[in-house]
């Protein structure tokens, strides 16, 4: 039995109670069983963060309240000390904005109180890490191929890395979304609940089909679904296990980069970029709805800007005679 399954009823009328309610009504309008499950949690931590302050049923949450918890988030710190990042905190507002949107749609509150409430303003950082090919190497070198999980494991980490896409897409795939004879794979219910098709090479596709007919007949536990790749199991991989398994491979690489499967996006995106790929094609393969959040590879991609550099600017190639190199260790 689920934790939820066991789980005493809310009471009736409370909000506890209307997020249930709010569920369904996401998966009537076709929103994934993932998002749908975000936005509980989202929400369900707020519930119960105003359950410690006796305020169980909506009509009694007012715009101040929702401004205290804001501000509970902005305070908040993790295990290891960190704080929410704006984009986390934005993430976890949103829900809970769209609840109350729905709450007051149906009628079940008088007026919106989450209304005006401003998210917190988005970050735009640059990848912590990019890996360069050589380092690509020394990760896909990692996992064991003779054992049915090394070799998935190998083919997940080509996947990665040959067609850039989301954990959640590479969970989804399934045997039939692998087009062997035109090298592409198809993306389905990505980010938006859209699907895409993504290119990718032929290295990747040696590895999906060596593990398909060695690896996966072992993994397949009873009814199969289709899912490509598997766990011991016969299930689907996890998305934290996933990340788990993937950075692991990065850590025992010896690299001195940190990362797992959102790595490899951007490390495909910005070596792609720097290899003269239109940034529009980027667009596509990684599935952004925006120019504007593929751009962020532009920045990234520096080592033609540093060509350039090197080759036209007057500073960079300095006279022998303006700084003696044999007595550069001398200089404070």
């Known amino acids: 039995m689920s934790a939820r399954a066991a789980a005493p009823t809310p009471a009736p009328g409370s909000m506890a109670a209307e997020l249930e309610r709010f569920a369904v009504w996401l998966a009537t309008r076709n929103y994934s069983p993932y998002t749908i499950e975000q936005r509980r ?25 929702l401004e205290r918890y804001q501000r509970h988030l902005f305070h908040h710190r993790k295990v290891d000390g960190a704080p929410l990042t704006f984009r986390t905190q934005a993430t976890r507002l949103t829900p809970i904005r769209a609840y109350f949107k729905w709450l007051a749609r149906e009628r079940l509150v008088l007026f919106n109180p ?12 640059l990848p912590a890490n990019i890996l360069s090919p050589d380092e690509v190497e020394a990760v896909l070198a990692g996992p064991d191929l003779a054992t049915p999980q090394g070799l998935r494991d190998r083919a997940i980490l080509e996947v990665l890395y040959a067609t850039a896409i989301r954990r959640l897409e590479l969970i989804r795939l399934s045997v039939f979304d692998v087009d062997y004879a035109r090298k592409l794979i198809v993306v389905r219910k990505g980010k938006g609940n859209k699907d895409r098709i993504v290119p990718t090479g032929a290295r990747a596709l040696g590895w999906i089909a060596a593990y398909r007919d060695e690896a996966r007949p072992q993994l397949v536990c009873g009814a199969d679904d289709g899912t490509l790749f598997l766990t011991s199991k016969g299930a689907a991989i996890a998305p934290k296990k996933l990340t788990s ?7 025992a690489a010896g690299l001195s980069k940190t990362g797992s499967c959102h790595l490899f996006r951007h490390t495909a995106a910005t ?57 550069a260790d001398d200089i404070d």
Not at 43 to 62: C, H, K, N, S
Not at 302 to 312: D, F, N, P, Q
């Open 245 to 251: 398994r993937v950075g692991a491979y990065v850590a």
């Open 271 to 327: 070596l792609m970029l720097e290899n003269g790929a239109d940034i529009r094609f980027i667009q596509a393969m990684l599935g952004h709805e925006s120019l504007d959040t593929t751009q962020i590879y532009a920045q990234v991609g520096v080592a033609k800007l540093a060509a350039v550099h090197a080759a036209t600017h007057p500073g960079a190639m300095p006279k022998r005679d303006a700084l003696d190199i044999d007595d």
């Open 41 to 65: 949690t989202a929400i369900g931590a707020f519930i119960a963060w105003a359950a410690l302050r006796g305020v169980e049923r909506p009509q009694d949450v007012t715009r101040p309240m």
């Open 114 to 125: 989450a209304a005006d409430l401003e998210l917190p303003r988005g970050e735009k950082r």
